[in-house]
């Protein structure tokens, strides 16, 4: 014990003092130091101990500071770890939660997905598709001889049909998309809402053909430095981006790990990832719920030399979705053996964030001792049996542990990470000559990433298993791409409301699609928008209609003040001020109006 106050209050002998510079490039800049150093009588190192100064700004600079790399990573001492001296940082386990959804009684499945991306998104995208239709058929050859369809302005409502039709393309699969569109044998027996009375097969036709969500004249050229290779869906990844965030809190543990969108034809973005389900198409970075596999950070990969390399690939793909995400000091990240470094490990401390994760024994900064040898008939290495070493690092004044260990199990796995510590639990494992089931000895680290590593891989199941890009086909990758998003925001939207208190737990996820498609056709009848009253109030677009009967602002009343106005919500059907704040007010509040919050027929 004395040892390990003296290790607690001075660098040890087997420390390394990683110290960062101010201004180093790709790193945060440090807080100014403040006085949380640990309570060397106390057993544990909480995150508040070492990485509580990861997002401040300070302008002053570090004499003898380095940027963080490999080679600084080379002068870590590992020691042979001992229980006695084992400091485990403390875990809050707090668990994810919605936020501004807190009275969503009233919502429907449609208005989850609509809080992901929003009415006015829509009406952006009909103006882009327009001007870009505008653009094509005024080059075209056809156009200028009387030839071909004419074209009539879309509008945001229309756009809701057109994806709620790929919606219902991803639930009942058929030939080809004409079929949906006709009553030829065998179709008209399936219980398919009328899709031809919704749109006519042209028009859908001509919408996939001109559907856009940016100028294509503000694109920048090939060479030019600030050319963005997702110019055409970044007005999607702008709005998911921030969405995402919004209504989810994460809990205390995240995992990230590549997520992948399908695609085959010709793209600069396309990857090959062999032991992937889906092995060609889009690599997306994703940072995940463990606990839900919602997805609350993207960064989709466009190919080699897109981004200035800072710590590497492996390395400077977890940070980009990590502070993208903004995860919270004191929470967990699992990674699996292509991400792991003590690298990654020392720049999420700096961060304030622990990090578990599976690992490559020749990794930079390891052990030359970690790995196990592999176990044979004359020299066998049971089950159980692991090589556990730490390393005490020194940030900022303030000490923190790495530990790294290789663990028995049928083959030799390495893990290495800074939380959890090297404790030993047990599990339960078949022995291979009688059958029966025996308790292994397993470190706790090895256990919880097997336990909660699985958030990516949960939320690509779930966008898959119904995906609209599966039966979707096109030549242009970036519309692939963006119904991979669509699929993505739908997965999302679907455990928004499976969290949602007072929705029905009965509702599989097939019937959450089918009433999402419903939805989206009932808002894209404009006749039937105003007597249902089925827009989501904090997505409606506040037009204020005059010439009403007269009544008290709800705002007002809300405010327990009275005042009268002829002007009423073209989509939620109630009075409200012109003048003044009211109509935002109203739109943006989660107050009930007439005991519903929601909808007002």
Not at 165 to 192: A, W
Not at 223 to 231: E, I, K, N, V, Y
Not at 267 to 293: H, N, R, T
Not at 555 to 567: A, F, G, P
Request: include cysteine; hydrophobic fraction near 35%; charge should be positive.
């Amino acid at each position: 014990q004395k040892q390990s106050q003296s290790s607690s209050s001075s660098s040890p002998k087997n420390a390394v003092s990683v110290t960062f510079s101010g201004g180093g490039a790709g790193s945060l800049p440090p807080k100014p130091p403040v006085d949380t150093s640990p309570d060397p009588e106390s057993g544990d190192l909480s995150c508040e101990d070492f990485g509580s100064e990861a997002s401040g700004d300070d302008d002053s600079d570090d004499e003898g500071g380095q940027e963080v790399s490999a080679e600084a990573m080379k002068g870590i001492d590992w020691v042979q770890w001992s229980e006695s001296e084992e400091k485990t940082p403390h875990i809050a386990g707090v668990s994810p939660s919605l936020r501004q959804l807190e009275d969503c009684g009233d919502f429907a499945p449609v208005d989850f997905f609509l809080a992901l991306i929003t009415v006015q998104f829509f009406s952006m995208m009909a103006k882009q598709t327009n001007l870009y239709a505008k653009q094509q058929r005024a080059d075209s050859p056809h156009v200028a001889v009387g030839r071909g369809r004419p074209w009539t302005p879309t509008t945001g409502v229309e756009l809701f049909n057109f994806f709620g039709i790929l919606i219902i393309t991803s639930l009942v699969r058929l030939p080809s998309t004409p079929h949906y569109f006709s009553g030829v044998k065998g179709v008209s027996s399936v219980n398919l809402p009328n899709v031809s009375s919704i749109m006519t097969l042209k028009r859908f036709q001509q919408l996939k053909r001109y559907l856009h969500l940016a100028d294509n004249t503000k694109k920048k050229p090939l060479h030019h430095p600030q050319h963005d290779r997702l110019f055409q869906v970044r007005p999607l990844l702008t709005v998911l981006s921030k969405s995402f965030r919004r209504y989810y809190h994460l809990g205390s543990y995240v995992s990230v790990d590549e997520s992948m969108i399908p695609f085959k034809g010709r793209s600069f973005m396309k990857q090959y990832i062999k032991d992937k389900p889906c092995k060609w198409g889009f690599k997306v970075w994703a940072l995940c719920c463990a606990e839900s596999g919602y997805f609350f950070s993207l960064c989709v990969y466009t190919g080699k030399g897109s981004t200035e390399k800072l710590h590497g690939l492996a390395t400077d793909s977890v940070l980009d979705v990590v502070d993208a995400g903004a995860v919270k000091a004191g929470s967990v990240v699992f990674t699996d053996r292509w991400f792991s470094s003590p690298l990654l490990m020392v720049e999420l401390l700096r961060r304030g964030i622990f990090t578990v994760g599976t690992v490559q024994t020749n990794r930079t900064g390891l052990p030359k001792g970690l790995k196990l040898p592999n176990s044979t008939k004359t020299n066998p290495v049971h089950a159980g049996e692991a090589n556990k070493f730490v390393a005490r690092v020194v940030m900022k004044g303030k000490p923190a542990d790495l530990f790294a260990t290789c663990w028995m199990d049928k083959k030799p796995v390495s893990f290495c990470g800074t939380a959890f510590g090297l404790v030993d639990d047990s599990c339960d494992r078949k022995d291979r000559v009688t059958g029966a089931s025996n308790p292994v000895c397993i470190p706790v680290m090895a256990k919880r990433y097997q336990d909660f590593m699985g958030g990516v891989d949960m939320g690509d199941q779930t966008k898959m298993q119904y995906g609209v890009v599966r039966n979707f086909t096109t030549l242009k990758p970036w519309f692939k791409l963006m119904v991979g998003l669509i699929d993505i925001t739908l997965a999302n939207a679907w455990v928004l409301y499976k969290r949602c208190p007072s929705t029905s737990d009965k509702t599989t996820h097939y019937e959450f699609l089918w009433a999402v498609a419903e939805g989206l056709f009932a808002l894209g009848r404009p006749t039937q928008l105003a007597q249902k009253g089925s827009i989501s109030r904090v997505n409606c677009d506040r037009i204020l209609e005059g010439g009403h009967k007269k009544n008290n602002c709800v705002h007002c009343l809300h405010l327990k003040r009275r005042r009268e106005s002829t002007y009423v919500c073209r989509n939620c059907r109630v009075n409200l001020c012109c003048a003044g704040s009211c109509n935002y007010d109203y739109h943006a509040g989660h107050y009930k109006v007439h005991g519903r919050s929601i909808h007002k027929g």
